[in-house]
Protein backbone atom coordinates (compact mmCIF):
# COMPACT_ATOMS: atom_id res chain seq x y z
CA UNK A 1 0.00 0.00 0.00
CA UNK A 2 0.93 3.30 -0.95
CA UNK A 3 1.70 6.00 1.70
CA UNK A 4 -0.89 8.36 -0.48
CA UNK A 5 -3.44 5.90 -0.20
CA UNK A 6 -2.66 5.62 3.32
CA UNK A 7 -3.02 9.56 3.92
CA UNK A 8 -6.39 9.66 2.07
CA UNK A 9 -7.92 7.04 4.26
CA UNK A 10 -6.39 8.64 7.41
CA UNK A 11 -8.43 12.06 5.86
CA UNK A 12 -10.96 10.27 5.58
CA UNK A 13 -11.73 8.76 9.10
CA UNK A 14 -10.83 11.84 10.58
CA UNK A 15 -13.14 13.91 7.98
CA UNK A 16 -16.02 10.74 8.82
CA UNK A 17 -15.26 10.91 12.66
CA UNK A 18 -15.88 14.83 12.67
CA UNK A 19 -18.92 14.47 10.65
CA UNK A 20 -20.44 12.31 12.89
CA UNK A 21 -19.31 14.50 16.01
CA UNK A 22 -21.21 17.85 14.58
CA UNK A 23 -24.39 15.96 13.73
CA UNK A 24 -24.65 14.61 16.85
CA UNK A 25 -23.95 18.11 18.99
CA UNK A 26 -26.41 20.12 16.54
CA UNK A 27 -29.08 17.51 15.62
CA UNK A 28 -29.37 14.78 17.87
CA UNK A 29 -28.03 16.36 21.27
CA UNK A 30 -31.38 17.97 22.01
CA UNK A 31 -32.67 15.05 22.83
CA UNK A 32 -30.06 13.97 25.96
CA UNK A 33 -31.80 14.64 29.40
CA UNK A 34 -28.70 17.29 30.09
CA UNK A 35 -29.21 18.56 26.69
CA UNK A 36 -26.90 22.07 25.96
CA UNK A 37 -28.71 24.47 23.79
CA UNK A 38 -26.80 26.58 21.71
CA UNK A 39 -29.81 28.94 20.70
CA UNK A 40 -31.53 31.17 22.64
CA UNK A 41 -35.53 30.38 23.29
CA UNK A 42 -38.20 33.59 23.10
CA UNK A 43 -39.84 33.07 26.53
CA UNK A 44 -41.58 35.30 28.84
CA UNK A 45 -44.53 37.59 28.23
CA UNK A 46 -47.51 36.33 26.39
CA UNK A 47 -49.49 38.14 23.83
CA UNK A 48 -52.66 39.48 24.45
CA UNK A 49 -55.38 41.44 22.23
CA UNK A 50 -55.27 44.78 21.60
CA UNK A 51 -51.43 44.73 21.44
CA UNK A 52 -51.11 45.11 24.99
CA UNK A 53 -48.07 43.55 26.24
CA UNK A 54 -49.08 41.16 29.89
CA UNK A 55 -46.33 39.85 31.99
CA UNK A 56 -47.57 36.42 33.21
CA UNK A 57 -47.81 35.96 36.37
CA UNK A 58 -44.80 33.87 38.07
CA UNK A 59 -46.07 30.79 39.99
CA UNK A 60 -46.42 30.20 43.62
CA UNK A 61 -43.19 29.34 45.38
CA UNK A 62 -43.21 25.26 46.14
CA UNK A 63 -42.20 23.85 49.03
CA UNK A 64 -40.40 20.48 49.07
CA UNK A 65 -39.41 18.78 52.41
CA UNK A 66 -36.70 16.51 52.55
CA UNK A 67 -37.33 13.66 55.37
CA UNK A 68 -34.01 11.92 56.75
CA UNK A 69 -32.20 12.67 53.10
CA UNK A 70 -35.49 11.67 51.11
CA UNK A 71 -38.82 12.46 50.25
CA UNK A 72 -41.93 12.73 52.72
CA UNK A 73 -43.26 9.30 53.06
CA UNK A 74 -46.32 11.20 50.48
CA UNK A 75 -43.63 10.39 47.76
CA UNK A 76 -41.80 13.22 46.09
CA UNK A 77 -42.79 17.05 44.92
CA UNK A 78 -44.47 16.68 41.62
CA UNK A 79 -44.08 20.46 40.11
CA UNK A 80 -45.48 21.39 36.80
CA UNK A 81 -44.07 24.45 35.10
CA UNK A 82 -44.35 26.30 31.50
CA UNK A 83 -41.53 26.43 29.46
CA UNK A 84 -40.20 30.51 30.38
CA UNK A 85 -41.78 29.96 34.00
CA UNK A 86 -39.32 31.09 36.90
CA UNK A 87 -38.98 27.80 39.14
CA UNK A 88 -38.90 28.90 42.67
CA UNK A 89 -38.43 26.20 45.44
CA UNK A 90 -38.14 26.57 48.93
CA UNK A 91 -36.42 23.60 50.04
CA UNK A 92 -36.61 22.37 53.82
CA UNK A 93 -35.09 19.25 55.72
CA UNK A 94 -34.30 18.01 58.63
CA UNK A 95 -30.84 17.10 58.38
CA UNK A 96 -27.84 19.20 56.24
CA UNK A 97 -27.99 17.49 52.37
CA UNK A 98 -26.69 18.63 48.94
CA UNK A 99 -29.07 18.75 46.40
CA UNK A 100 -28.46 18.92 42.36
CA UNK A 101 -30.72 19.23 39.75
CA UNK A 102 -30.26 16.93 37.04
CA UNK A 103 -30.72 18.73 32.93
CA UNK A 104 -30.11 22.12 34.71
CA UNK A 105 -27.01 21.92 36.60
CA UNK A 106 -28.01 23.25 39.86
CA UNK A 107 -26.41 22.67 42.63
CA UNK A 108 -27.04 23.47 46.35
CA UNK A 109 -26.35 22.81 50.46
CA UNK A 110 -29.69 22.39 52.36
CA UNK A 111 -28.66 23.14 55.99
CA UNK A 112 -31.17 21.55 58.08
CA UNK A 113 -33.72 23.50 59.88
CA UNK A 114 -32.86 26.42 57.29
CA UNK A 115 -35.48 27.20 54.86
CA UNK A 116 -33.33 27.72 51.39
CA UNK A 117 -34.58 29.05 48.06
CA UNK A 118 -33.66 27.51 44.43
CA UNK A 119 -34.67 30.04 41.78
CA UNK A 120 -33.69 29.43 37.98
CA UNK A 121 -35.52 29.76 34.55
CA UNK A 122 -38.03 26.78 33.41
CA UNK A 123 -35.58 27.54 29.50
CA UNK A 124 -35.97 23.19 28.60
CA UNK A 125 -38.92 21.47 28.17
CA UNK A 126 -39.22 17.66 29.89
CA UNK A 127 -39.04 15.89 33.22
CA UNK A 128 -35.92 17.08 35.77
CA UNK A 129 -35.36 15.23 39.26
CA UNK A 130 -34.19 16.81 42.41
CA UNK A 131 -31.90 14.39 43.99
CA UNK A 132 -30.14 14.05 47.00
CA UNK A 133 -26.68 14.11 46.45
CA UNK A 134 -25.14 11.35 48.77
CA UNK A 135 -28.18 8.70 47.98
CA UNK A 136 -29.33 10.25 44.65
CA UNK A 137 -32.98 9.87 45.55
CA UNK A 138 -35.54 12.38 43.69
CA UNK A 139 -37.07 14.27 46.14
CA UNK A 140 -39.08 16.32 43.76
CA UNK A 141 -39.71 16.03 40.03
CA UNK A 142 -39.95 18.82 37.61
CA UNK A 143 -41.99 18.71 34.69
CA UNK A 144 -41.52 21.79 32.11
CA UNK A 145 -43.74 21.70 29.26
CA UNK A 146 -43.76 24.00 26.22
CA UNK A 147 -45.40 27.63 26.31
CA UNK A 148 -48.36 28.08 24.84
CA UNK A 149 -48.64 29.50 21.38
Given amino acids: MRWRDRLIGVALGVALGLGVVVLFVFVYSERTVDAPSLTR ?4 AHHRGGGNHARPTAPPVATVRVVGGAPPASGPAELAYRRGDLVRLNVVSD ?16 IAAQPTMIRFKASKPGT ?22
Fill in 41 to 44: HQGG
Fill in 95 to 110: ETVGLTLLGYGIERSV
Fill in 128 to 149: FPLLVTASHIDVARISVGQTPP
